[in-house]
């Protein structure tokens, strides 16, 4: 399978040197018309000049592509929107991204100054938000897009000297993780790239020996498959000295404690079986973090549970065997319901407790009614449904955690 990039346009940013420019020319030889964006700055930020950009695009032409060249600041939004447009008025589209610019400003936290610390998170990390913030819409609306971050070993395992930089670092792997869901529906992939290179941002932070191996040209390949009209979504690829690696952030399946046993010395003396591997998962969202939480709490009180006697029954009600699909799994109840002209009253028996049916529509045959719950957290349920000879179905609403299918059976 040949990756092409025909008629696509890309703006890659710290094109001039090293990764960047890496990137643009294999972009090029792919099809691709390139914007090369280069402030021309020395490593820790600091001149400026068009003469790298230049160069690149110069490269480009002579092999047959087409590029132009910018000299905008990552860090500064007014400059980068007018990179855009000038994009959009040469090209009319964009649709790859490639945030790589960057610099440094090494020092021990101690020794460092906070100028410092928020000048390379404005590089880093505001001028990754900037680009992509500048493109978004444009792609959105032509429902195709590729959006590239870097990050970097010092981010995601820290480096001595580097907590400036880490910072900026980690923090565009959670841009990824949140624009991955925002993008989706429109063809928006968003990818991290994990690079080590011998640059000029790296030389002399390794051996001669070492840094020999560490080119750019082996890390290009990963960049340009994460930015492919068949990319993977929401990856982070490793990458250096031609070795590639697949990171992932991992949680364990952990615990759950009762009340009277949520404490620091009851974490402590759980701490081996909170750190087990076994069973961990690359959570896809953020909202399946609590929900995992409250599957376990309610799987423990369901287990704890002596609500289901018959003393919780309701006389002359009728009951059903509930069954509800929720974002933390299936759910058993029972329903008792009582109906009185176009109202329904009633009781939820479940493993949490027993609660009072509220606004019990009825209108022929389909059925509405809410239930408050209070554990294992506040949650209202809103149900409605259609009911048939001996069953009940429809949806279910679970507050602002989504919603899911329910079944009664008449019991």
Aim: proline letters at 3%.
């Amino acid at each position: 399978m040949n990756i092409e990039f025909n008629d696509r346009v890309a703006i890659i940013t710290g094109a001039g040197q090293g990764l960047g420019r890496c990137h643009a020319l294999d972009l090029a030889s792919r099809g691709a018309k390139v914007v090369v964006n280069d402030l021309g700055g020395s490593v820790d930020g600091s001149g400026g000049s068009s003469a790298a950009a230049l160069s690149v695009v110069e490269e480009i032409k002579a092999l047959g592509g087409e590029a132009i060249a910018n000299g905008a600041n990552v860090a500064n939004f007014e400059e980068v929107q007018a990179m855009v447009q000038q994009t959009m008025d040469e090209w009319g589209r964009i649709d790859v991204l490639i945030n790589n610019a960057g610099i440094l400003r090494d020092k021990s936290f101690t020794k460092g100054s906070l100028d410092d610390f928020k000048l390379v998170l404005d590089v880093h990390l505001m001028g990754t938000v900037n680009c992509t913030k500048a493109v978004w819409d444009i792609m959105r609306e032509q429902n195709y897009g590729r959006v590239l971050v870097t990050s970097s070993g010092s981010g995601l395992y820290g480096n001595f000297g580097q907590s400036n930089y880490g910072s900026a670092k980690t923090g565009v792997v959670g841009l990824m993780n949140t624009l991955v869901l925002e993008g989706a529906k429109n063809n928006i992939k968003v990818n991290t790239l994990v690079p080590t290179a011998g640059t000029r941002m790296t030389e002399g932070l390794v051996p001669l020996e070492v840094f020999d191996l560490l080119t750019p040209e082996s890390v290009t390949p990963a960049a340009t498959f994460l930015v492919s009209e068949d990319a993977p979504n929401k990856t982070m690829i490793s990458v250096g000295a031609g070795g590639y690696a697949l990171v992932k952030i991992v949680e364990t399946d952990g615990i759950w404690l009762p009340e009277e046993q949520q404490t620091a010395e009851a974490i402590a003396a759980n701490w081996e079986n909170i750190c087990d591997p076994e069973g961990e998962t690359v959570p896809a969202q953020g909202s399946e973090q609590p929900m995992k939480f409250l599957s376990k709490a309610q799987n423990a009180l369901s287990q704890n549970s002596n609500n289901t006697t018959e003393t919780n029954t309701m006389n002359d009600a009728q009951k059903w065997a509930l069954t509800v699909q929720s974002p933390m799994g299936q759910q058993d109840s029972d329903l008792f319901l009582n109906e009185d002209g176009n109202t329904l009253t009633g009781k939820m028996l479940a493993s949490n407790g027993e609660t009072n049916i509220e606004d019990g529509k009825m209108d022929g045959n389909q059925l509405s009614w809410t239930v408050k719950v209070d554990k294992p957290m506040p949650v209202t349920l809103s149900f409605s449904g259609t009911r048939n000879a001996d069953t009940i179905d429809g949806q279910v609403k679970f507050g602002a955690f989504g919603s899911g299918p329910f079944k009664a059976t008449k019991a």
